[in-house]
């Protein structure tokens, strides 16, 4: 059975019906991240007649699949500008995630620095809080290794407004005392590698006094917000949950 609720986003399987459906306005840019650097990224505008603040979307390690699309697209239908960058336009794959199978994608994936990673990122926000429509505050969420990726921007980056990690590994304790911004963490309960790394995160963070909220969702795997018809139930049910949490996060702390 495919998942087809809108006030949440489409499973993999229903990401591109989700697509050519939506009402929303979205469109490619070509970002400058820096000298001879630009990064490719979709850009979803939600519907509403006052400025929006922006929600950077950090893909997996499948890059910027039309799955991830469907998700910058629901977070624009909750109130948000979404922007979703395609990292592998970073000079080793100028052409992006389109143009290679995912094991090549996962393989190149792999090989990207982490700082060039943040320092995009960065730049892909200054890019969007100028956008006519957007206020001057943005959040990141990542999926897998993005979420791996946005909990670091907020280790990386004063000027984030909140981050949410979706089934992301923490990064290591002693790099935690830079955070600013509020971390929400969304985890599967059979994610045994990822969960791993969370208790140390959480033990700092709170010793630190810095917000972190790890949430496990019990008997959802590892990617349950693109599979939510697996896990027998688990992981939609995850999806259900996590997701009203992830907009109220972002309402919270950077308003809609």
């Keep these: ?5 809108p006030s949440l986003p489409a499973g993999e399987a ?6 050519s459906s939506s009402p929303r306005h979205g469109e490619w840019a070509m970002v400058s991240t820096g000298p001879g650097d630009s990064v490719r990224a979709w850009v979803v505008y939600p519907e509403r007649t006052t400025k929006a603040p922006i929600v ?12 991830i699309r469907a998700v910058a697209d629901q977070f624009a239908a909750d109130g948000f500008i979404a922007v979703a960058p395609d990292f592998l336009t970073m000079k080793q794959i100028p052409e992006g995630s389109d143009s290679v199978r995912r094991q090549a994608t996962v393989a190149a994936i792999r090989t990207l620095n982490s700082a060039d990673v943040q320092r995009q990122i960065s730049a892909i926000a200054t890019y969007a809080m100028a956008l006519p429509a957007a206020l001057p505050k943005y959040g990141v969420v990542g999926f897998c290794w993005g979420g791996g990726v946005s909990f670091e921007h907020a280790v990386r980056a004063p000027s984030l407004g909140a981050s949410v990690v979706y089934y992301g590994t923490s990064p290591k304790p002693e790099t935690l005392s830079t955070v600013r911004a509020p971390v929400l963490g969304l ?7 990822v969960n791993a790394t969370i208790p140390a995160a959480d033990s700092t963070m709170r010793a630190l006094g810095k917000i972190y909220s790890p949430v496990i969702h019990d008997g ?35 308003g809609a």
């Design 187 to 193: 985890y599967g309960g059979n994610d045994a590698r």
């Design 220 to 254: 959802a795997g590892h990617g349950f917000l693109r599979q939510q018809v697996g896990a027998n139930g688990a992981n939609l049910t995850a999806t259900q949950k996590a997701w009203p949490a992830t907009i109220a996060w972002f309402r919270q702390h950077l």
């Design 56 to 67: 950077i979307v950090v893909h997996e390690i499948y890059g910027l699949s039309p799955w």
């Design 1 to 5: 059975m495919v998942v087809s609720n």
């Design 14 to 19: 229903d990401a591109m019906a989700r697509l």
